[in-house]
T-cell receptor
Framework: SQTIHQWPATLVQPVGSPLSLECTVE??????LYWYRQAAGRGLQLLFY??????ISSEVPQNLSASRPQDRQFILSSKKLLLSDSGFYLC?????????????FGSGTQLSVL | AQSVTQLDSHVSVSEGTPVLLRCNYS??????LFWYVQHPNKGLQLLLK??????LVKGINGFEAEFKKSETSFHLTKPSAHMSDAAEYFC??????????FGGGTRLMVKP
């Protein structure tokens, strides 16, 4: 069966510090991978998505970057965090094939930048 | 380009009465549509999905949604609300390139 792991679950970082959130998927190959952010009181905003190794699309200009060094690994990074980077970050994966689509989400990371 | 609009940020109903959460979408591609629920301090849970099969989709916990292409809508309904239905609900469209776009969310409150 497929599983998605996202860590850490919570993170408190000072302004100006770096960030690295990791997401890995097991039990499938060549998934589509996504990073979303949910700011307080708002919906989910698509930050990055990837259809393959080294292929990253950014949806909004920001202080963050994403990388996909391996097929089932997706990393969200920042060199210097801003207060506005606080929020709930969600990794997701999907694969389309056959007669059914599948969507799965990680458990999320609550990031507080102080 | 694609977008999703959830027409109500908050909906309040009494227990035992019907629930209607509205969602309109736009997509230049034949979309797949989903409804997710997020309970406090928990992750997202898939309620139901439409992927070009039957236009009336039945999901978990008694929820269902009807895809209406002419109205570009995918409203979520339930005949009788339960206290445990109180949560945040997200309408999601999936279009070209498997891009997922979320609506702004609707907070459902259920009064006893």
């Amino acid at each position: 069966s497929q599983t998605i792991h996202q860590w850490p679950a919570t993170l408190v970082q000072p302004v100006g510090s770096p960030l690295s959130l990791e997401c890995t998927v097991e039990g499938t190959s060549n998934p589509n991978l996504y990073w979303y952010r949910q700011a307080a009181g708002r919906g989910l905003q698509l930050l990055f998505y990837s259809v393959g190794i080294g292929q990253i699309s950014s949806e909004v200009p920001q202080n963050l970057s994403a990388s996909r060094p391996q097929d089932r690994q997706f990393i969200l990074s920042s060199k210097k965090l801003l207060l506005s980077d606080s929020g709930f970050y969600l990794c997701a994966w999907s694969v389309t094939g056959g007669w059914e689509e599948k969507l799965f989400f990680g458990s999320g990371t609550q990031l507080s930048v102080l | 380009a694609q977008s999703v609009t959830q027409l109500d940020s908050h909906v309040s109903v009494s227990e035992g009465t019907p629930v209607l959460l509205r969602c309109n979408y736009s997509s230049s591609y034949s979309p797949s549509l989903f409804w997710y629920v997020q309970h406090p301090n928990k992750g997202l849970q898939l309620l139901l999905k439409y992927t070009s099969a039957a236009t009336l989709v039945k999901g978990i916990n008694g929820f269902e949604a009807e895809f209406k292409k002419s109205e570009t809508s995918f409203h979520l309904t339930k005949p009788s609300a339960h206290m445990s239905d109180a949560a945040e609900y997200f309408c999601v469209v999936r279009g070209a390139g498997n891009m997922l776009t979320f609506g702004g969310g609707t907070r459902l409150m259920v009064k006893p």
